[in-house]
């Protein structure tokens, strides 16, 4: 049976990892390839790497980091933050990357969904998605959580799989940082809604907050500090989850 | 040597590696001559099947690769372009095994079939020797192929099909053995081996 994944998130800048909450005061968790070698010795099923740097001052996100954690990583991993061409996404993929994400850069060119997802494969391709709750609907952020849009968030989700889109990593801007347990609705009214694997993200603060958006309808739960300070070991959750009948690779 | 096969449509960064790891002689090549020379080949593979065709056909590789006689890993997409054709981009393939690659349809699994899944043993291969039972290899992928009679373990995703082939000298694995930690370096350590 297919397992639910887990993924530790690592923020990265200048080749260190920070996380931030609600996506400022950043603060420093460590190496990011010394934290890759640890994930993935500890179990986890995929890990993701978000330049947090790139979209902010536009340049290229660091192939040289990505080719050393490919160097020690034997588990997935998918690289985002900035990444605006199908150069650079084919940079990344050939240097060890095995997905990259698209957030600003897809909002401003969609086509870049589609061009990439036919050359490289759908499975290679994650629409990251930001959203936040105003008033009564939900809307997509850009630029690391810094400009709104005006796409409505369920909306985006779907016209990204239409282009070609593999799976979405979808952050509460709202929960992100709060570790209140990540938003359970969208997840589920999202589930409903995409024909793809969908990656929760932001909010997860104990083991049961990972049940609930399973439970919701995800496919695989995003964290950053809750691992990155051993708040919760990865072996731990899993056997929690496989107590609960979630199926997990352990 | 082992050729690792460079055609623009693969995961040759990870294959290679692992083959690092495991001390092994390998170059990076789409030369029919360094190909023809090796005593292995393995056929990585992320991307698009019709894309990674024309790519190959470019190089002048689809006939060498049919007459290859040294043991062939074909990994992902790589595996899938040894069948007869595919769904994906309605293409002709390599046609090692007389099979057609589809898309997944199940209804309530979602596509790509994405992450870290059991497999189970059909027969007794050299490929997946030392491999127990129901064990977790990483899949991403869209198409599959159908169970059929080179099936030498099966993975189940709403419906039963190859997660590895072998026809003579050609072996195939629908998973990312270079993904799949532990296990994964074990069965590339059996290829390198047989």
Redesign the interface.
Known sequence: MLAKRIIPCLDVKDGRVVKGTNFLNLRDAGSAVELAQRYSDEGADELVFLDITASEEKRRTLVELVKSVASVMRIPFTVGGGISSVNDISDLLNSGADKISLNTSAVKNPQLISESSKQFGSQAVVAAIDVKKMDKEYRVFIKGGKVETNLEGIKWCKEVVELGAGEILLTSMDQDGTKNGYDTNFLSSLNKVVSVPIIASGGAGKMEHFYEAFAAGADACLAASLFHYKQLEICDLKKYLMKKGVPVRL | MIALIDYGAG????VS??LNELNADFILTSDKKNIEAADKIILPG???AS?AMERLSELGLIETLKNLTQPFLGIC?GMQLLCESTEEGDVSCIGIFQEKVKRFQASGF?????????IKMATSDRLLEGIPNEI?F?F???YFVPQNEFTTSIC??GIDFSASLRHKNFYGVQF?P?????Q??KILKNFLEI
């Open positions: 995961n040759t960064a990870s590696n692992i992320v991307g698009e894309s997409l979602k596509v790509p079939h994405m992450g870290w899944n059991t977790y990483y991403a992928h869209s189940n995703y990312h270079e993904k799949s930690a532990q994964g370096i």
